[in-house]
């Protein structure tokens, strides 16, 4: 009946209402996909990056780190609910290949949603007890200031071995234009002694 369509409707407007907009959009708009892993598996990921690039990454940190370097910092930016990220996580580990090292990982998304779920999943790897240390933060990358207080806050050693950018540089330019993408990778540029971004044409 008419009252409970209008009850309904209300319930949904306050649901609406009490839920971050990230979290309702669902990627629409801000790239932050909740099925992302479903048209995007993990494993077509990281495959490509098997092929001489993590080697790559691997041997420098190595080079410019003391043989007894005990951790290895990344940072990635646009990190939905975290699979890619622990999946580069564990990769790397593997291929630095000491048995001392100890791999952080800091992973960042806009959605609220999507970090909780991956807190929940990768909760065992969230303590300092683990070779892996796993943190997930909700951060809007486009608001430098906020994205150098949660690096700065999230990094021990001041700068990161490795930032990753997957998925997420369209998203930057479309809602801050040219200005807001060269601030962005400028800045990213600073905080660590490697790079690695996936190149993401603009479809607008």
Not at 36 to 43: D, M, R, V
Not at 95 to 107: E, F, V
Not at 171 to 198: A, K, N, P, Q, V
Request: neutral net charge; proline residues 3%.
């Amino acid at each position: 009946n008419d009252q409970s369509r209008n009850n309904n409707s209300n319930t949904a407007k306050q649901r609406q209402k009490e839920t971050p907009f990230a979290s309702i959009d669902c990627g629409h708009r801000l790239g932050n996909f909740h099925n992302y892993y479903a048209f995007h598996p993990i494993q077509s990921r990281i495959n490509p990056l098997k092929q001489g690039i993590l080697d790559h990454i691997a041997k420098s940190f190595i080079e410019r780190s003391s043989k007894d370097a005990t951790a290895f910092e990344l940072l990635d930016i646009g990190c939905n609910e975290g699979d890619l990220t622990m999946e580069l996580a564990r990769q790397l580990l593997v291929d630095i290949k000491h048995s001392t090292t100890t791999l952080r990982s800091l992973g960042l998304d806009i959605d609220p949603e999507l970090v909780q779920r991956a807190k929940q999943k990768y909760s065992h790897f969230l303590g300092s007890d683990n070779n892996i240390q796993a943190a997930f933060e909700v951060c809007n990358v486009c608001n430098l200031d906020t994205l150098r207080k949660t690096c700065s806050l999230n990094s021990t050693q001041g700068c990161f071995d490795l930032i990753t950018v997957f998925s997420t540089t369209m998203w930057i330019h479309i809602h801050s234009g040219d200005d807001g993408l060269r601030h962005f990778l400028r800045s990213i540029c600073g905080l660590t002694h490697m790079l690695l971004i996936e190149p993401q044409p603009s479809r607008w």
